[in-house]
C-alpha cells in the first residue's frame, strides 16, 4: 500500500536536495538589443536565488557575446557585490554583421549546464565588412512538436495532446491539421496563439497516428509519440479558482498514487490519492499554488515519477514602478528629468535596486519585449526561447490562461531529474561558488601527459605593484587557487618548487567551453534599412572621433582592496629614506634587522624575527618579489637594490591555504615588474583577463546657449544608461539630454526591491528637430 510515510519520505528527500542544490539565476539589462560596431554595449547583472532574492553567493559573473555557430566573439568577467554588477563591451569592427547571442552565467551554475545560463539576441552592424555569421538552420523550415501531457501517451486513456508549429527559431505559424489512422480521420486540430494548440486523442492498442498539417501552402507529415500500452496519464483544468488534476492509470496492480506539487523550492501540495478503476481527481485552490511556475508530478506507489507537467500562475506581489516626465515631446538638445516611484501592490513606498536605460525604437531597434520581471518568473523556468514574454504578464482572462497553459505543455523543462532527488545522496559539484573572487583550476603535467601526483605546493602570483597570490596543493595532479579580485589584463605567474625539470603547468579556461541547443534568427539587412544602419553606424565612430577621453573613461571600484594578503606588515622599509648600498646583501645585513642572512650549505637563507618568542623562526619564510615566490634566496641578493622601492616583514607565522610559512619577506619594485628577477625557466607566464574595469557612460550637458549651438555632433541613440538607480523610501530620479537625432525614445526601468520584489516599466516620448 502506497503509505503516508512514502509520501513524507518523498517530500524530505525534494527537501534535502533543494538544500543541497542551490539555485542561481543570471539576468542581463542591456541599454538595447541592435548596435554598430564602435558602439559599446552597457549590461547590468542581476544574480538570484530560487526565489528570486538578490544571491549572496557569487562574486564574479560570466558574460559573453557568442555566434550562432557556437564560437566566441568576446569575453568578460564582471564583479559581483551583493547579487549586482555591471559591465560593457566595446564593440571591435573586426567584426561581421550578423545575429548573436549575449550569454551569462556564474562558476556556480556551471554545476546545472548551459541550458540554466541567461542568453539573449542581439544584433551587430558593421557596413565595412560582409556578414560572418551564417544561418545555422533553414528559415523556410516548418517544426512541429507535439506533447502529450504529463509526458507519455498511453493507450485506451483519453489523452490531452499540446502541440506547436513554428519556423526554425521558434516563431510560431498558423496552420490546420487532421490526426489520422490508416485511412480514418480521428480528429482535427488548428493553431492559436503563437503557433500553439492541444487536442484529445484516445489511442488504441494496435493503431499508429500522424498528423497531416497545412502551413504556409505546404504540407507537413508528422508522426505523433509511440504509444505505451501501460501508463499514467495527468489532465489538469482551470477551474475558475481552483485547478481540477485528474489522474489516470491502466495498470490494474496500481491502488494509489502521489501528487507531489513545488513551486521552485517550495512544497505546496503533497497527498496521496486512491484509484477508482484506475482514476483520481484532486481539486487544488489557486491561492495554494505559489506565483510562477509550479511543478506538478504523480508518483506511482514504488516512488516512481510516472506523470509530469507545469502550471503558470501569473504572479502579482510584482515591485510596482512608476515615473513622470516633464513633457512627453521634446526638442533635441533638451533636458529630460524623470521622477520615479517604486511600491509594493499595497503601494507602500519600498526600496530598490535598478536600471535603467533610454534608446532610439524604430524598425531597426524593436521595443524590447524581455525583462527582468518576465525572465525571473518565466523565462528562466521552462525550455528555450518564449515568443513575446511580455504578453503572458499584460494579458488577462481565459484566453491568456490558455495560452499560457499550451506554453507549459509545450516548452516544459525541469532544472533537475527525480531520480537523483530520490536517490539521496549528497552531491559531488565539478565547479565551486566563487565567494571572494577568481577561483582558477589547472594541472600538473608530467613529460609523458600524465597527471602528477598528490602533495606538491603550486603557487599562483599576479605580479604588480598591487599584487595578488595564492597558494595550492595538487590533488591527483589537479590545483585550484582562490585568487583574490583583480582588474584588467594581467600576466598569471604559476610555478612550483620542484627539483624536477620535466613537468608542465597547464591553466584551465575560465569560461564556460559547453553550449545551450539554443538559435538566433539571421538579421534581415533589407535595403530599407540602409540610412539607419548609415546612422548607427555614425554613431559608433562619432565618440572615438570628437570624445575619445570619455569614451574610454574607465573606473576603479571603490571597494578594490589594494592591501596585500598579508595585511598590515610588522615592519616595512622604504629604501629611499636610507643611505643606498651597492648590493641587496649590505641592504639586508644593515638595515632589515627582522631577517637574520646565513649561509649553509653554499647557499643563501632567510631567518625571520619571531615576535612572539623574540628570537628568530627555525625555518624559511615566504619571499616575494612583486607577488612571486622565491625559493633561491641568491637571487634576491643579485638585484639592483636600486629597483627595490620597499620590503615588507610579516614577523609571525603566517597560514594561507594550507601552507604555514615561518614569517614574509615581501619585496616591492618601483613599477611592479620584477626589477629584473628571472623567474625559473618551468614557471608557466601567460596572459589572464582578470574582471573588466567599468567604463562610465558618457552623456553630454547642454545647459548653455553655446552647448546648445556647439557644431560637435551629437549623433547617440542611447541617451541614458544607469546601472545603479536606487530608490529611497520609494522615490527616485534621474535626467539627461536628447541627442540631435529625433524619433521615439523608449524609457525601460527595472530592478528588485529590498524585499525581493522584481519589477519592469517602460515609457516612450518623442524627439523632433
Not at 519556423?167 to 490546420?176: E, P, R, V
Not at 520615479?340 to 534608446?359: C, E, F, L
Not at 649561509?599 to 637563507?605: A, E, L, P, T
Request: hydrophobic share 35%.
Amino acid at each position: 500500500m502506497f503509505s503516508q510515510e512514502k509520501t513524507s519520505s518523498i517530500q524530505q528527500n525534494f527537501e534535502t536536495f533543494i538544500n543541497n542544490n542551490y539555485l542561481e539565476k543570471v539576468f542581463l539589462h542591456t541599454d538595447k538589443t541592435v548596435y554598430a560596431t564602435g558602439e559599446t554595449l552597457w549590461f547590468k547583472a542581476y544574480i538570484t536565488d530560487a526565489a528570486n532574492n538578490f544571491s549572496l553567493l557569487s562574486k564574479i559573473c560570466y558574460v559573453e557575446i557568442i555566434t550562432a555557430d557556437k564560437k566566441v566573439l568576446l569575453q568578460g568577467k564582471i564583479g559581483i557585490d551583493s547579487g549586482r554588477g555591471n559591465g560593457s563591451f566595446l564593440l571591435p569592427s573586426s567584426i561581421g554583421s550578423g545575429s548573436y547571442l549575449l550569454r551569462a552565467y556564474t562558476n556556480w551554475m556551471k554545476n546545472f549546464g548551459p541550458n540554466a545560463f541567461f542568453e539573449q539576441a542581439i544584433t551587430i552592424i558593421n557596413p565595412n565588412k560582409k556578414p560572418d555569421v551564417k544561418s545555422i538552420n533553414n528559415p523556410d523550415s516548418i517544426v512541429v512538436g507535439f506533447f502529450p501531457e504529463g509526458g507519455q501517451l498511453v493507450n485506451g486513456l483519453d489523452n490531452n495532446i499540446a502541440f506547436k508549429i513554428t519556423d526554425a527559431y521558434g516563431k510560431g505559424l498558423k496552420a490546420k491539421g487532421i490526426i489520422v489512422s490508416g485511412k480514418d480521420t480521428i480528429t482535427t486540430f488548428e493553431t492559436e496563439n503563437f503557433g500553439m494548440g492541444r487536442f484529445s486523442l484516445y489511442p488504441q492498442n494496435g493503431k499508429s497516428y500522424h498528423a497531416i498539417i497545412q502551413c504556409n501552402n505546404s504540407t507537413v507529415v508528422k508522426g505523433l509519440p509511440n504509444q505505451l500500452n501501460n501508463g499514467w496519464i495527468i489532465k489538469v483544468k482551470n477551474e475558475n479558482d481552483a485547478l481540477s488534476i485528474h489522474i489516470a492509470s491502466n495498470i490494474e496492480s496500481e491502488q494509489y498514487a502521489f501528487l507531489f506539487i513545488h513551486t521552485g523550492n517550495t512544497v505546496k501540495k503533497a497527498v496521496m490519492l486512491p484509484l477508482n478503476n484506475g482514476k483520481s481527481t484532486a481539486y487544488i485552490d489557486k491561492s495554494e499554488l505559489g506565483e510562477g511556475v509550479s511543478e506538478i508530478t504523480v508518483f506511482n506507489e514504488k516512488k516512481q515519477p510516472v506523470c509530469q507537467r507545469l502550471y503558470f500562475k501569473k504572479p502579482e506581489n510584482v515591485m510596482q514602478i512608476k515615473f513622470e516626465k516633464n513633457q512627453d515631446d521634446y526638442k533635441v538638445r533638451n533636458k529630460v528629468t524623470i521622477n520615479v516611484t517604486t511600491t509594493d501592490t499595497a503601494h507602500n513606498a519600498i526600496n530598490a535596486d535598478m536600471s535603467v536605460a533610454v534608446y532610439l525604437t524604430d524598425s531597426l531597434q524593436p521595443e524590447q519585449t524581455s525583462n527582468l520581471l518576465n525572465y525571473l518568473w518565466l523565462n528562466s523556468e521552462i525550455k528555450g526561447e518564449i515568443e513575446s514574454p511580455d504578453y503572458y504578464f499584460k494579458n488577462s482572462g481565459a484566453e491568456a490562461e490558455r495560452d499560457a497553459d499550451n506554453l507549459m505543455l509545450t516548452q516544459g523543462w525541469r532544472r533537475f531529474k527525480w531520480e537523483d532527488v530520490l536517490k539521496n545522496s549528497t552531491p559531488s559539484f565539478a565547479f565551486l561558488p566563487e565567494h571572494e573572487g577568481d577561483i582558477i583550476t589547472g594541472r600538473l603535467v608530467s613529460g609523458n601527459k600524465e597527471l602528477l601526483g598528490t602533495g606538491t605546493p603550486v603557487y599562483l602570483s599576479v605580479p604588480g605593484k598591487s599584487f595578488k597570490f595564492s597558494n595550492s596543493i595538487s590533488s591527483s595532479g589537479r590545483i585550484r587557487f582562490n585568487v583574490e579580485k583583480f582588474y584588467g589584463s594581467n600576466q598569471l605567474i604559476v610555478q612550483t618548487n620542484l627539483p624536477d625539470s620535466n613537468y608542465r603547468i597547464l591553466i584551465d579556461n575560465p569560461f564556460f567551453e559547453q553550449f545551450s541547443d539554443n538559435y538566433v534568427r539571421p538579421f534581415n539587412f533589407a535595403s530599407q534599412l540602409s540610412d539607419k544602419i548609415l546612422l548607427r553606424t555614425i554613431a559608433g565612430q562619432v565618440p572615438e572621433i570628437y570624445y575619445p577621453e570619455k569614451n574610454e573613461h574607465i573606473i576603479l571600484p571603490q571597494d578594490y582592496d589594494t592591501t596585500p594578503f598579508y595585511g598590515n606588515p610588522f615592519k616595512s622599509y622604504y629604501l629611499d629614506d636610507y643611505t643606498r648600498f651597492h648590493t641587496m646583501e649590505e641592504v639586508m645585513k644593515e638595515y632589515v634587522k627582522e631577517v637574520h642572512l646565513k649561509k649553509r650549505n653554499k647557499s643563501f637563507q632567510f631567518e625571520v624575527f619571531n615576535e612572539a618568542d623574540v628570537g628568530y623562526f627555525n625555518g624559511e619564510p615566504l619571499t616575494l618579489i612583486d607577488g612571486v615566490p622565491v625559493f633561491n634566496i641568491s637571487k634576491i641578493l643579485d638585484l639592483d637594490p636600486l629597483k627595490i622601492k620597499r620590503i615588507d616583514i610579516t614577523a609571525s607565522n603566517f597560514v594561507k591555504g594550507n601552507e604555514q610559512y615561518k614569517g614574509i619577506v615581501s619585496y616591492a619594485t618601483y613599477d611592479g615588474n620584477l626589477g629584473g628577477y628571472q623567474l625559473d625557466p618551468n614557471s608557466l607566464v601567460i596572459e589572464y583577463e582578470g574582471l573588466q574595469y567599468e567604463r562610465e557612460f558618457y552623456c553630454p550637458t547642454y545647459e548653455t546657449t553655446q552647448q546648445i549651438q556647439s557644431r560637435l555632433p551629437d549623433y547617440r541613440n542611447v541617451l541614458h544608461w544607469s546601472p545603479c538607480l536606487k530608490s529611497k523610501k520609494g522615490t527616485a530620479a534621474f535626467s539627461f539630454y536628447t541627442s540631435d537625432i529625433s524619433g521615439k525614445y523608449i524609457i525601460i526601468i527595472q530592478g528588485i526591491s529590498e524585499s525581493g520584489l522584481a519589477g519592469s516599466a517602460t515609457s516612450s516620448f518623442q524627439v523632433s528637430r
